[in-house]
């Protein structure tokens, strides 16, 4: 039954603590999808180094964060749980992509772009040669989806192209994937800044899933609405931002429309409306915050995990990768 499942796999960057829009927006349908498919998630530590990273902080995120998203539900039985650098494969093809990946291409790589406009003093090969290690992340384990936000569709895209020059030079090697962009999933703005995505780079604003109760109420305590009295709780995303922002996270977490949030706040003002928003987050949160904490403390439990992972994954990336040596003519013993 295993093997008619089709295939997904995505690379998540322990770049940064993970937060409510992360989690509504992706994480929170991530549980469900390993019904359908066969999953792979891992831990992009190798492609969190092409910015500059404080080591012990990029240690600790790579253990707190998988424990984060088995709190969250991904359930490390139904799905396969690893780290990049790990699994040596990533790093192994990536060499061999490289030489059949154009500097046009990757000249015109958009990320690489405003990457390096970003961070002018350490325009590094890595950031440059990015997307072949992302082309190497997911061509060794053949998968038919990769889900992804709109900003990495072009890195897929690339992928693909590799993928077919390759192939159309050594035959069917790699299976060509497809991007997997999800409709489920809420788009959660700032609360401090409702026109932007929510963002850890503005925290007043960021609930992040590890944020204690009385952070969490603060944080909406001051969320940014308007100065409508008359008829406060109204749905009018581009009038009243704030209050759409907040009333969007309220209906996903209790299900409730638009139209029943209106009346349940009917009358009140924000001095109600947003301790209520706030209190319903803090009650989502705070099985998955208790968890990922119990979870921390177990290393033996989390290291299980990851060194498992890593097998399962290795099992399959190397597959891929005595193909390829195969097929470029590198000699075999
Ligand atoms: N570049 C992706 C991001 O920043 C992370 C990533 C690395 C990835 N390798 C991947 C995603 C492979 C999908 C597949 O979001």
Partial sequence: ?????????????????????????????????????????????????????????????????????????????????????????????????????????????TQFKDKSAKHKDNINAGLFTYPVLMAADILLYQPDYVPVGEDQKQHVELTRNIAQRFNSIYGDVFKIPEPYISKMGARIYGLTTPGEKMSKSIPEGCVFLMDDPDTIARKFKRAVTDSDSVNPVRYDRENK?????????????????????????????????????????????????????????????????????????????????????KKVGFYQI
Avoid at 27 to 43: H, P, V
Avoid at 273 to 299: H, S
Wanted: hydrophobic letters at 35%.
């Fill in 241 to 325: 931002p704030g209050v759409a922002n907040l009333m969007n996270i309220y209906a996903t977490l209790t299900g409730k429309s638009f139209e029943e949030i209106e009346k349940e706040f009917e009358g009140k003002g924000y001095g109600v409306f947003k301790p209520a928003v706030g209190e319903a987050v803090i009650e989502t949160l705070r099985p998955i915050r208790e968890e990922a904490d119990r979870l921390i403390k177990d290393k033996a439990y989390l290291d299980d995990i990851y060194r498992q992972g890593a097998e399962r994954a290795s099992y399959i990336a190397n597959k891929t990768l005595r193909k390829v040596y």
């Fill in 1 to 109: 039954m295993e093997e008619t499942k089709k295939r997904m796999l995505s690379g998540i960057q322990p770049s940064g603590d993970l937060h409510l829009g992360n989690y509504l927006g992706a994480i929170k349908n991530w549980a469900d999808r390993a019904d359908e498919f066969e999953c792979y998630y891992f831990m992009a530590d190798m492609h969190t180094i092409t910015v500059r990273q404080t080591p012990a902080d990029l240690r600790k995120r790579s253990i707190n964060q998988l424990a984060q998203y088995i709190a969250c539900g991904l359930d490390p039985e139904k799905n396969v749980l690893f780290l990049q650098s790990h699994v040596p494969q990533h790093a192994q093809l990536s060499w061999v992509l490289s030489c059949y990946t154009m500097f046009g291409e990757l000249s015109r790589m």
